[in-house]
């Protein structure tokens, strides 16, 4: 089944690249609706879902889950730490999610290192979609009133997170070009721009 992998900086406008790339090739996007499907399997609501996935443990965070393990007599028990929503859970979910997308396809998958997953496979398109450091920052502003300086840094964590995701549970470099087989510029040919140049080359691949 095709796929098309949608990988994107924060603020890049890469999900509505996504959403306009599947309703044109009439494909199932899955973005929003695999943070739904990750909350609904593991019984826990999707604003967690959302604060959690596509980053990884903070050093405390980290810290607090070995004691927990090492020390179960003054920590949580190895039973109840499995009931709670870490990011290693939310990842093992999300890639049984992204395996059942491959089967059900054809597909738009959005981030969480799908481009990494399904890197070998033949029948993948890998997009990349980016911006200036401003354009990127702007998003932030025009969407949640931040401050320039706190627009930026809000966008450097955020990328910083995603690369760290990918490094952490795909060992890749989610910067590195050969990732991807295009990568788009949201802001100079802008959101439909970017996504008719992804549409033309997935029906020239696929047909």
């Not at 603020?11 to 959403?19: H, P």
């Not at 499995?82 to 859970?89: M, N």
């Not at 070998?120 to 300086?149: M, T």
């Not at 788009?184 to 802008?190: D, E, H, I, M, Y």
């Amino acid at each position: 089944m095709p796929i098309v992998t949608i990988s994107r900086q924060y603020g890049s406008g890469g999900s509505e690249v996504a959403e306009r790339v599947a309703n044109a090739l009439g494909w199932h996007l899955y973005d929003n609706d695999m943070v739904n499907e990750v909350a609904r399997r593991l019984g826990i609501s999707t604003e967690e879902v959302s604060a959690r996935e596509e980053r990884v443990p903070s050093l405390p965070e980290r810290i607090a889950t070995a004691m927990a393990l090492g020390v179960p007599e003054v920590m949580p028990t190895v039973a109840d730490l499995s009931s709670e929503p870490s990011e290693e859970r939310i990842v093992e979910v999300t890639k049984r999610i992204i395996e059942e997308a491959v089967q059900a396809g054809p597909a738009v998958l959005v981030g969480r290192g799908a481009q990494c997953m399904l890197a070998a496979r033949a029948d993948a398109l890998h997009v990349f979609c980016y911006a200036p450091a401003e354009v990127l920052a702007s998003y932030v502003i025009s969407n949640f009133g931040a401050s320039p300086a706190e627009a930026h840094r809000i966008v450097a964590e955020k990328n910083h997170q995603r690369e760290q995701y990918v490094k952490r549970y795909w060992k890749r470099n989610w910067r590195d070009l050969s990732n991807y087989h295009l990568c788009v510029n949201t802001a100079w040919l802008g959101l439909d721009g970017a996504a008719e140049l992804v549409v033309q080359l997935a029906r020239e691949r696929f047909g």
